[in-house]
């Protein structure tokens, strides 16, 4: 789940990418036919006819494919697609002034996974009735529960993510060494492939580290590769341990050593991603997309054919990734949501999600895909994939999740700044006291 699907620092506005042509006519049961009439309150799926439909920016270039699919099925219940800066945090931010003014600009929202419980303990989006959606005993368990709020259905899982390391497979075959499954093992894996004439220049090790969203996974993934915790599944700040100060430490030393390039401070999914493809660095941790792209053999990666993918390492074996994802949730203010409900349908079907995967590489939600032999012959990494996603953690589910992410990436990003940073243990201690405050208010 990238978070640049995921993200650029500022946004100016929102733009329209498609201005589909709307049809004025309406079809179908749900309510008495007319097009454009509201749906009521308390969740009710009412209403058939153009809807719109807000999700950040779209880097995959697959989406105007999806949604012509639906077009071209419903010529009275167009959708048009209204793509919100690459900034998570600034799309985050765009649905919650929307929602707020209960503005029905927006139908069907594309919700990062972490931000089920606060949309839905603020009412900004509908309840949906499980019963009208069938197909959630076909998808991976873990993801359907990002869904849910209290229990209760509220949005439907359509895409996941796992974190991977990319890695340079030419220069690691070539040097001698296997991909690792410890810190420790990356470590001295960057010092025999950095010995060979070709790979001089290159950094070692990146991910997402600028101060947003990605970062708050990047330090997640870090803490709970050393066996620590951000939040306990008692609900229950618990990162000021030993644990969550070797994970923290980790990347503060790999900063301070230069394993880490300094330019890193500043990437998010895509600068990381060119700085892989462009051959900057030998071992980069990203989400599932970036397979596809990293692929291409047009020129725009230097990579194709050089790089393999495996589990994130740890501090004494593999890694644990955090839980990424999209999923697509109702305004409560929008118009159509009959209609609204039927697309999130159509676009959560096993036909497709792999269709999506087929052109992006971006992790589907049904298990069947991740045993698909067409898939695994073109993916291969979906079957550690898979496994991943099934054992991943998930961000804190808090109601006040803006606060909580806010003060995970102002603790984390103060720490990497380099030179005179905050000291870890000092970070970890300024943030559990932090975030004691914000979960339980």
Request: aromatic share 8%; charged share 25%; glycine share 10%.
């Amino acid at each position: 789940m990238r978070f640049e699907r995921s993200h650029t620092r500022k946004a100016v506005a929102l733009a329209v990418v498609s201005s589909l042509v709307l049809f004025t006519a309406a079809c179908g049961g749900g309510d008495d036919g007319k097009s454009g009439s509201n749906g009521s309150a308390g969740g009710a799926l009412e209403g058939r006819g153009p809807i719109k439909f807000a999700t950040g920016k779209d880097t995959s270039g697959n989406l105007t494919n999806q949604v012509a699919a639906w077009n071209s099925q419903h010529p009275d219940e167009q959708v048009t697609v209204t793509e919100l800066p690459e900034s998570a945090d600034q799309q985050r931010q765009q649905m919650i002034s929307n929602a707020q003014i209960k503005s029905d600009e927006f139908s069907v929202l594309n919700l990062d996974v972490v931000w089920t419980a606060e949309f839905a303990a603020n009412r900004w989006i509908t309840p949906l009735p499980e019963d009208q959606f069938p197909d959630l005993g076909k998808l991976l368990p873990s993801t359907v529960e990002t869904g849910k709020y209290r229990d209760k259905l509220y949005a439907v899982p359509v895409t996941s993510d796992g974190g991977l390391l990319y890695y340079r497979k030419d220069l690691l075959d070539k040097a001698g060494v296997k991909p690792p499954t410890t810190w420790a093992e990356m470590k001295d894996a960057c010092a025999k492939v950095k010995a060979l004439p070709e790979a001089k220049n290159a950094s070692c090790y990146a991910g997402q580290f600028e101060k947003y969203e990605g970062l708050t996974v990047n330090f997640s993934e870090a803490i709970n590769g050393a066996g620590g915790v951000v939040v306990g599944d008692d609900g229950k700040p618990n990162v000021d341990t030993p644990e969550a100060l070797e994970g923290l430490k980790f990347l503060v030393d790999g900063f301070k050593s230069g394993e880490i390039p300094k330019a890193a401070i500043t990437y998010t999914e895509e600068p990381g991603r060119r700085a892989f493809q462009e051959g900057n660095l030998i071992f980069h941790r990203n989400w599932p997309y970036v397979y596809a792209l990293a692929s291409k053999t047009d020129g725009s990666s230097k990579v194709a054919g050089k790089f393999g993918v495996a589990p994130l390492p740890g501090l004494k074996g593999p890694g644990v990734s955090t839980l990424g994802g999209h999923n697509y949730g109702i305004s409560e203010f929008a118009k159509n949501k009959a209609t609204a409900a039927d697309f999130i349908k159509f676009m959560s079907s096993e036909e497709r999600q792999k269709a999506n995967v087929e052109k992006t590489s971006q992790a589907p939600t049904w298990a069947s895909l991740y045993d698909d032999p067409e898939l695994n012959k073109k993916f291969p990494y979906l079957a550690p994939l898979k496994a991943s996603i099934s054992t991943a953690k998930s961000r804190p589910k808090v109601v006040k999740y803006g606060d909580v992410t806010t003060a995970i990436q102002e603790a984390a990003y103060g720490a990497l700044k380099q030179p005179g940073g905050t000291d870890p243990k000092q970070a970890l201690t300024d943030l559990q006291t932090k975030l004691s405050s914000l979960i339980t208010q």
